[in-house]
């Protein structure tokens, strides 16, 4: 069974989810099975660990393991503490690939494919490593990489280095259906680990305002009311969010409430899938 990790030297906000949809993407187009191993952060299921299904709730699962079900319902998910059981678990299931969300925390588990991603913008991203211990990596991935991040590449040792960024995919309704605001005003808000980023993005619409949270935090029915409050102070026609927000906030949201979501794809000038490839001959 191969492993790819898919790394950071922050504490979240890289874009680590987003990667680990692309691998799922390249993994299903070409009829491998394969599973997804993650710690599940802030779930209920994250100590004891659990095998995703349908009817499991974010709160159970992870806002961000939650995502991924969606997107790709048909194939393993373990959550926990635990990697080494829930690799266990994914092999006796048959799955011939794992993509191991945040595997540079699991230092014991040998990995076929390390990939590390980092955005140097984000003053904090090694808080929680040293940047050094990059040098381990099979590939650097740099959000929006420039002249001034080549300084931190002293550090590896000769790992293939790629920028990468974000792309909007749809914006829709909160009942799923098309809903661009092209130049309407719009009040964007999210809890990600890396708020900035997403307002940064949506820049490229009306943004006449903007609200961020703390990673994985916990709406409320008065955020929403408050967010509303907000919304209509800076003249704007929506409030607007991230996928991973709506997750939280989907089972509180009244007709007419007005909300758009946006879902996003990562994209890099690197060729992912030839390099995944590579470990599967």
Request: charged share 30%; aromatic share 12%; with cysteine.
């Amino acid at each position: 069974m191969k492993i790819i990790s898919v790394d950071s030297l922050a504490f979240g906000g890289t874009g680590k989810t987003p990667m680990v949809l692309e691998i799922a993407s390249i993994l299903k187009s070409i009829g491998v099975k394969f599973s997804i191993v993650t710690r599940g952060y802030g779930s209920t299921s994250e100590k004891n660990g659990v095998s995703v299904n349908e009817n499991h709730s974010w709160q159970e699962v992870g806002d961000e393991v939650k995502m991924i079900s969606l997107e790709f319902p048909d194939i393993d998910i373990f959550t926990g503490c635990d990697r080494v059981n829930s690799l266990k678990k994914s092999e006796e299931n048959g799955n011939k690939v794992v993509i191991l969300d945040d595997g540079f925390q699991s230092a014991g588990i040998k990995k076929d494919l390390k990939i590390m991603m980092i955005n140097p913008d984000n003053r904090y991203y090694y808080l929680r490593n040293f940047k050094f211990l990059m040098c381990k990596e099979d590939v650097i991935l740099f959000y929006k990489y420039g002249k001034r991040n080549k300084r931190i590449c002293r550090f590896t040792k000769e790992p293939d280095i790629g920028e990468y960024s974000f792309r909007f995919t749809s914006f829709q309704t909160p009942d799923g259906l098309p809903a661009d605001p092209e130049n309407l005003p719009v009040f964007g808000f999210s809890a990600l680990g890396d708020n900035e980023r997403f307002r940064s993005d949506l820049r490229e619409k009306n943004l006449v305002g903007f609200r961020g949270f703390g990673d994985h935090y916990k709406y409320t029915k008065k955020d929403l009311q408050n967010l509303e409050k907000m919304m209509k102070s800076y003249g704007a026609e929506f409030l607007i969010c991230t996928y991973k927000d709506f997750i939280k906030i989907s089972d509180m949201i009244v007709d007419g409430f007005p909300l758009i979501y946006v879902k996003n794809k990562i994209k890099f000038n690197y060729d992912l899938k030839e390099k995944v490839l590579s470990i599967l001959k």
